[in-house]
């Protein structure tokens, strides 16, 4: 078996512990976004790497956008205070 097949979901298993803290879904999105990286590099034939990092990276900044906790977090992309502030 290939030990770096394994790399990859072991980091996101032990990231996933600290995730409960964050104000965001960016290690969830990370997680998802490489699972279906993987999963599109297995029916595409693509190298299995290079899918999951691309999924990972694209689930994570999606995640990192999305409000967890429906807590103030600052501005908007809009440069409004965030709705939950008031």
């Known amino acids: 078996m290939n030990?770096?097949?394994l790399t990859l979901p072991l980091a996101a298993t032990?990231?996933?512990a600290t995730a409960g803290?964050?104000?965001n879904y960016a290690v969830e999105g990370a997680a998802l976004g490489a699972a279906a990286g993987a999963g599109v590099s297995a029916v595409t034939g693509a190298d299995l790497?290079?899918?999951?990092?691309?999924?990972?990276?694209?689930?994570g900044a999606i995640g990192y956008f999305t409000d967890k906790n429906d807590t103030c977090d600052g501005y908007n992309d809009?440069?409004?205070l965030d709705n939950d502030c008031r």
Do not use: M, N, Q
């Not at 790497?49 to 689930?59: D, L, N, Q, R």
């Open 21 to 23: 803290c964050a104000d």
């Open 78 to 80: 809009a440069g409004y």
């Open 3 to 5: 030990i770096r097949k």
């Open 14 to 16: 032990a990231a996933l």
């Open 49 to 59: 790497e290079t899918s999951a990092a691309v999924g990972a990276a694209a689930g």
